[in-house]
């Protein structure tokens, strides 16, 4: 048997609600389910049923209902009410109630929609009087519901709290909160000037209902949407023309590592992919060939606050990570050397998309933060070609088959070599025919320098196994 206070005031059993036909009975079952597992004492039971002076026989009547409620009871050996001194109990597993239910999910800020959704109506709903348990529910409730969209307005759903909280904010115009709430979900969006007229319509309500200035709490709001918009980190260099795409799946966790051997194209999938990504908070990148850890994390802390920066590498790790904590980024980590490298680099929130490319397996990232790994090995023929025609064009690789086949086999598969081939044959845009005729010579003559062009794309160790 379960129990509902969180609407009207029901009992189900097996699956079937239980018909609570009078008003008495509610209002008792409804004080004991409150306070279950507790004694309520009769005197507290004789209030709730009557808001002025109780008739001679309210102890009568309170039994009557208690002995209705054991009868509806008794198919539930796990349930019972007993008699104790100075009222009854209600004893019960307290998982079978609603209310219960709510609070246990509720303290688990990913849980809070669900525990909403086992809200049915407005609380007590058809019991008469026990305004102040109403009152104290419903209050419960819209706290329980501002935690709620404060959670999700802070894990990058500002967007989709703006109808929900402009709804609220009319109908509970005096919960500084909720104004609070929907001005930084607009904030967040990008719609500065909606959030400071928020502000300007939450001032007007409060003073004209009660005569006070807004709190400091909504003060702090509206100095924070008063601060000029940061613009949003876009740093990803450019992706490279001509890309050829590979059949390649980078997996949905929080951190993919690409890795394979220079020049393979680790670098150029991955600006590929992030550029036609859309993530609302930006896209962060650091050359880890270029600068060390705290360098490359001064770097992106500079970018993401104005405040002064922490001088101690793990307190400046620590400011990262808070900064980015449920922002929707994607950061991608070009040329890491080792796992010790790029961890301090790590977002601590997973609404952040990471990509590492490296040389190295990066194996410690797999164990320790379970990331994807993706690695790139050699071109096909059919995919060396389309690179070729994507960068020569079509006309010009149709005929001379026989050059670009040698120089395929040659490049053995590296992007690179066949980029570097591509370049030696046209260092500009064709214009003529005379610059077709000269393309076709410089592409049999270039397969001759092309074991050269190779031998630097080849020489780092291949990745292993």
Known sequence: MRFGVLGTVVAWHEGREISLSSTHQRTVLAMLLLQHNRVVPLEKLIDALWDSEPPPTARNIVQGAVSHLRAMLAPDPEIRILHRLP?????????????????????????????????????????PGLHAQRAALDEERLAALERCLDHEIHTGKHRETIPELTVLVRAHPLREGLHGLLMRALHQAGRGGEALQAFHDARRVLCDETGSEPGPELQTVFQQVLQPCRVLPRQL??????????????????????????????????????????FSDGALFADLTLRGTVESLRGLVSTL???????????????????????????????????????????????????????????????????????????????????????????????EPRATA?????????????AKVACRVRPHLPRTAADHDAERWALKRVRRSTPDLVAPASSTARVPA
């Open 237 to 278: 260099p450019a992706a490279l023309p001509g890309f050829v795409n590979r059949d390649v799946e980078l997996g949905d966790g929080p951190i993919t590592v690409i890795t394979g051997r220079e020049g393979i194209g680790k670098t150029a999938l991955a600006l590929h992919w992030g550029h036609r990504q859309s």
């Open 406 to 418: 040698e120089i395929i086999q040659l490049c053995a598969g590296n992007p690179r070599a066949l």
């Open 305 to 399: 606050t104005d405040s002064p920066l922490p001088t101690d590498g793990h307190a400046l790790a620590a400011l990262y990570r808070s900064l980015l904590a449920g922002k929707r980024m994607l950061v991608v980590l070009d040329n890491a050397q080792s796992a010790r490298q790029v961890i301090p680099l790590l977002p601590g929130s997973d609404t952040c998309r990471v990509l590492i490319t490296s040389r190295d397996r990066l194996d410690e990232l797999a164990v320790s933060h379970h990331a994807t790994r993706v690695q790139l090995g050699p071109w096909s023929d059919s995919e060396s070609r389309d690179l070729l025609v994507a960068r020569l064009g079509d006309d010009l690789i149709g005929s």
């Open 87 to 127: 009222g009854y109990v209600l004893e019960t597993p307290a998982e079978r109630v609603d209310l219960t239910a709510f609070r246990s999910l509720a303290t688990d800020p990913e849980r809070l929609r669900e525990a909403l959704m086992l809200w049915r109506n407005d609380p007590l709903a058809d019991v």
